[in-house]
């Protein structure tokens, strides 16, 4: 029986021993890593990024002006100082969409140019206004906008920090506007084709709030554009771009109560830029054409709605005509040492037809407008830039003669 008992006890035993050898084994084995979870699908990197420009300008002119800290020509007038930050603006990028392998993108941008409160303090309350807000839809060699965007016509404007809510040179030579618009692009090497049903905005609209249709909606037509241009990143071997691009459009304008109701806006032009040498550049643009007031061409003045021709007593009312117009603007910019400073030397003119500024109505039509500029801009960092400005504006007028203005703008940004 002590005997049984003795076995019985050296198998448990033997057991105990074998069981904690097997636990010492595995407790010095590590375990297997686990198996790597599937790795999730990648979602859209949406992106809403907001940017903007702080402006602050100070300025002073010799004379009177249709627009004291953006003029465009010069009126008759004592002469005036001031200073506003309403040319600044701030708008979102909205990046990151896709759909049927096109990439979708659009921006929305604003400033505080749209003019003022009627308030005694309504100098410094600069209204909201819409510069941009436009749709992109961009595959690899096209690309579809839509919405509120620069027009195809006479593209780019000349560099300057006094000239944001107005560009520089406009009614001087630098037809421009952003239009609500629906526009294809075609890429092919260094060619770039642009075509663009755009809204037909005349520059005779004058509604306060309410929108009426003004000439160019009168008429049932959208404004037409199209542009071809050539570029390359790498001109002359400077390592600077260049472009040179040929642009056209086409609209209509219904006058109402005269004998001749419609007529045409068109106009053709060509711009280009490219370096001289590493450090300098020559940019610019010229056209020619016909009710460009809506682009503020013409010095602003696109029909003449009493047109006459000289009669024994005056002139006699023949029918409303178009005021046909050319001019152009050329810039040339020269990089100092060191980099961050930049000198630029800029000329315009607007040169209204003197035969289409005949009226039955005795008015003091702009028969010319010519400006000159010159202007240092510090780029202190990436986001920190100052300049001074110096312009001047000749307006010469069927009546009253040519007027001029000198305007000083001493400016600075803050870009975020």
Known sequence: MKARRRSAAGRTAGLLLTLAATARAQAQTP???PSPAPAPAAAESRKVVPYGVLYFNGFGNSAATNNGDVPLWATAGPASAGASARQSRFGFRITGLSAGGAKLSGVVEADFFGGFPSIGIGDNMGVLRLRLASARIDWE??????????????PGNPVSLACAGIPLMAASGNPWARLPQVRLERRAGAMTLQGAVLAPST??????????????????????????????????GTGKPAVLGISGHYGRAK??????????????????????????????????GR???????????GLNPDYGVPGPAGPVLVRARAIGTRGGWA???????????GLYATYGIDDPRDEDLV??????????????????????????????EV????????????????????????TF
Request: hydrophobic share 45%; glycine share 8%.
């Open 391 to 414: 312009r001047r504006e000749e307006t010469k007028f069927r009546e009253t003669g040519t007027r001029r203005n000198t305007h000083l703008n001493l400016a600075m940004t803050l």
């Open 359 to 388: 009226s039955v109505t005795r008015r003091d039509w702009r028969l010319r407008n010519r400006s000159y500029a010159l202007s240092l801009i510090n780029n202190v960092t990436a986001q920190l830039a100052w300049g001074i």
């Open 291 to 301: 009710n460009l007031a809506g682009f503020q061409a013409g010095v602003f003045q």
């Open 31 to 33: 375990a297997p890593a």
């Open 203 to 236: 520059g005779d609209f004058s509604s306060a709030f309410l929108y009426q249709p003004a000439s160019g909606g009168l008429s049932r037509w959208p404004f037409l554009q199209g542009r071809a241009a050539l570029s390359t990143q790498n001109a002359r």
């Open 141 to 154: 060699r096209t690309t579809l906008v839509v919405g509120q965007d620069w027009m195809v016509f006479a």
């Open 331 to 341: 810039q040339l910019a020269a990089t100092a040492i060191p980099e961050h400073l």
């Open 255 to 288: 006058v109402a109560g005269t004998a001749d109701a419609e007529v045409a806006s068109s106009g053709v032009a060509g711009d280009f830029s490219f370096p001289l040498v590493s450090r300098v550049t020559l940019a610019g643009k010229a056209f020619a």
